[in-house]
């Protein structure tokens, strides 16, 4: 808006065109006895020609008449007067005037063209400055604020926006200057609800104290933008209303967009929910169903045929109901923790322990899968004490070694290694087996997951899981990698201080 600064003082171009017209009959009054007065007429067209450009069609007029007085005046014969001898001077003065009219005209026209080719640049510029810095707005929030700063960097500004809230709108960005009075709030939502311009500048409550646009596009209003000016102003001219307007509708696509963004990741949510509800089910009702058939079929031919059944095959049944009822409690007891870790009411009561108590109680747990099974515990003698909760680290433990078990044959041996530093434990659990795909190894710590093994293992998905949110709630870490030779290791890793609250 810097070429219209010497428009605010309709004064200037004309005290300027009476300038250029004394410095060019200045020169004229230096080479008059070596030039024909004629050919000193091109010295006040150039005078003309500069005014046009400079200011405008008028004021090269008013250097055209300027002109032609003077150069009548001075440097026409006779010298200081006005009168002329020659007719031919006559028709000088009336061609001149006319070259001077249309030289000024081509001239302001092109002027003119210059001016809004400049104003048309610099609205693009401006335009494609909010594109860009919308481009990369990942959320509501802050294509708000972007919009926000913008506007107010290109107008000198107070900006706000408001947004849909209910049956009416809410002021959801706004800075400090901008007016929050109840009326404007009013002004704002009348905007919304009617999709036109309203308040200050406008025809619509013109008495509002900031000027409100509907952000509108093919698909309706997402908003309104408010904008109130920090100095005083009489109103909009066109180019300002244009730019303003231009401004608002690339805000509304880019509200729309990021809207239907989020619309389309509520959608998609949606979906992933359903798939793990789906799963969930599914996994749930067999996992169920199995261990109940067992203990249903066990319990069945204990009650039916007992005096027919010699006590081995009586300790047999009770042996495979039990073990049955053990994975169903570790099974249910798996959902109840994933409920807690999600829903983030999991209590940790840390206090230091004796990390070989936790391995050994989790180990006593799988005391029937481990029967045939190779057990190596290598705990390094100067373990510390390591705070932790004590039942839910034996969870974790007995997971990881069930895992292990399941993952790997009865022949192969497990490995559970210890060993502090200065600051942690690192805890590492260690079998022979089939070893994790390497598209599985960072996802198998998500809920419901389950790595392609060469066989078919029962089980929710549930189990290493619910280790990483116990390990995690403690302030530790844990991940999975693959041995050099064969199997898999899942370590845990335990800060030896207390986990701040």
Known sequence: MSHSRFSKNKIYPYLASVGLVFIMTLLGEIVKGRLEPTNIVMFYLLAV??????????????????????????????????????????????AFFAVGVIISTLASKARQ???????KEAQVTMLYRLIKDLSISDSLEHALYTIRINVAQIFDCHTAIFLPAGSGIELSSFDSGFPMEEHEKTIAGWVFKNEKEAGWS?????????????????????????????????????????LLNALASQAAAAVQRIKLFELSRQMELVRETEKLQVALLNSISHDLRTPLVSIMGALSSLLQDSSLLDAEMRKELLKTAYEDSDSLNRLVGNLLDMTRVEAGTLKINAKPCDLRDVVGTSLQALKDKL??????????????????????????????????????????????????????????????????PEEDITHIFDKFYRAVKPRQVTGTGLGLSICKGIVEAH??????????DKGATL???????AKKA
């Open 49 to 94: 020609v500069i005014a046009a450009i400079r200011w405008g069609q008028g004021t090269a007029i008013v250097t055209s008449i300027l002109s032609v007085i003077a150069f009548d005046f001075f440097l026409v014969p006779p010298y200081y007067t006005f009168n002329v001898h020659g007719m031919e001077y006559l028709f000088t003065f009336a």
């Open 113 to 119: 063209q210059a001016i809004k080719a400049q104003e």
């Open 475 to 484: 302030g530790g870490r844990i991940f999975a990698e693959n041995n050099s």
């Open 491 to 497: 370590t845990v890793i335990l800060p030896l201080g």
């Open 371 to 436: 029967e045939k099974r190779n057990v190596r515990i290598n705990i390094s003698q100067n373990m510390p004490e390591v705070p932790m909760d004590f039942t839910l680290m034996m969870r974790v433990f007995v997971n990881l070694v069930d895992n292990a078990v399941k993952y790997s044959n009865q022949d192969m041996p497990i490995e559970i290694t210890a060993e502090p530093s200065e600051s942690e434990v690192k805890i590492e659990v260690k079998d022979k087996g089939f070893g994790i």
């Open 202 to 242: 406008t025809d619509i409550l013109p008495a509002a104290k900031a000027h409100y646009l509907p952000l509108k596009t093919s698909q309706g209003v997402f908003g309104v933008l408010g904008v109130f000016f920090k100095k005083d102003k009489e109103g909009l001219d066109s180019r300002e209303n244009s």
